[in-house]
């Protein structure tokens, strides 16, 4: 399946950026559809740290173990989903600009589907994350710039 892609520039330093995006705790703050979000396990912001996502999909509440596989301060990170019928898998990369005092986010995002979740990926997933993912994008550009972190 084809990833889904989007960049944002931020006018914030990477190492701001990195700090709140990979932090999970913030994900209800700048996802939409993020509802919550709990430590699970790991040590946080080291491989092998999962965390619980609660997503609202439509009217139902849906949960996800999402665990942190790599990362790479300031500059990427990777996180995969372990369980569900749909499993996320998230890369972020953040590029300098202007010598380091801006920022460019990209997300590029794909989705696993197991029983029930290999119909819902292309049928109701996908499609509800290609319009998210640039609100949510522009809410968390919004957030940094207003000094957030």
């Given at each position: 399946m084809s990833r889904i892609n989007a960049s944002v520039d931020i006018d914030r330093r990477p190492e701001e950026v990195f700090a709140y995006v990979t932090d999970p705790t913030h994900l209800p703050?700048?996802?939409?559809?993020?509802?919550?979000?709990?430590?699970?396990?790991?040590?946080?912001?080291?491989?092998?740290?999962?965390?619980?996502?609660?997503?609202?999909?439509?009217?139902?509440?849906?949960?996800?173990?999402?665990?942190?596989?790599?990362?790479?301060?300031?500059?990427?990170?990777?996180?995969?989903?372990?369980?569900?019928?749909?499993?996320?898998?998230?890369?972020?990369?953040?590029?300098?600009?202007d010598g380091g005092a801006r920022s460019r986010l990209t997300l590029s995002l794909d989705f696993e589907g197991h029983g029930i979740g290999k119909a819902l990926v292309p049928l109701v997933v996908?499609?509800?994350?290609?319009?998210e993912m640039p609100v949510d994008e522009q809410k968390l550009k919004g957030i940094l710039e207003r000094g957030g972190v």
């Open positions: 703050e700048w996802q939409e559809s993020a509802v919550a979000v709990r430590h699970t396990g790991g040590t946080i912001g080291h491989v092998g740290q999962q965390v619980s996502v609660t997503r609202r999909m439509g009217r139902r509440d849906v949960h996800t173990t999402m665990e942190l596989t790599e990362i790479d301060p300031p500059r990427s990170w990777h996180v995969h989903g372990v369980d569900g019928p749909v499993r996320g898998d998230i890369q972020g990369t953040i590029e300098p600009l996908k499609p509800a994350a290609r319009k």
